[in-house]
């Protein structure tokens, strides 16, 4: 059984940081390329960030490098993003997401994946 659960959203003010957690069940994570995303109500979906299965490398979008970070830690099998100098921009469903056909390298593609966490909402407000 694949499972993908994040955690680690709420409630903080601009400029706050959270650091959210993306835990797998069933597969070691550390063996699949990983993919942030967010959706806000309105808009589209959105890939936040990304790191490779085959050398750990990552990628960021625009709107969020310079603040928030992804890495691994394979002894939790666990993907974490923290998120520093948020901004209310920043408010959406956070999901942690890959695939079996997951690429070994981050890109500007996502048709490759299919397996989705429940999602974590983060609420950037004053």
């Known amino acids: 059984q694949v499972q993908l659960v994040e955690s680690g959203g709420g409630l903080v003010q601009p400029g706050g940081s959270l650091r959210l957690s993306c835990a797998a069940s069933?597969?070691?994570?550390?063996?699949?390329?990983v993919v942030w995303f967010r959706q806000a109500p309105g808009k589209e979906r959105e890939g936040v960030s990304c790191?490779?299965?085959?050398?750990?490398?990552?990628s960021y979008a625009d709107s969020v490098k310079g603040r928030f970070t992804i890495s691994r830690d394979n002894a939790k099998n666990t993907v974490y993003l923290q998120m520093n100098s948020l901004k209310p921009e920043d408010t959406a469903v956070y999901y942690c997401?890959?695939?079996?056909?997951?690429?070994?390298?981050?890109?500007?593609?996502?048709?490759?994946?299919?397996?989705w966490g429940q999602g974590t909402q983060v609420t950037v407000s004053s």
């Open positions: 997401a890959t695939g079996p056909y997951a690429p070994l390298k981050c890109s500007g593609s996502y048709s490759w994946v299919e397996y």
């Open positions: 790191i490779s299965s085959s050398d750990g490398s990552t």
């Open positions: 069933g597969f070691i994570l550390d063996y699949y390329t």
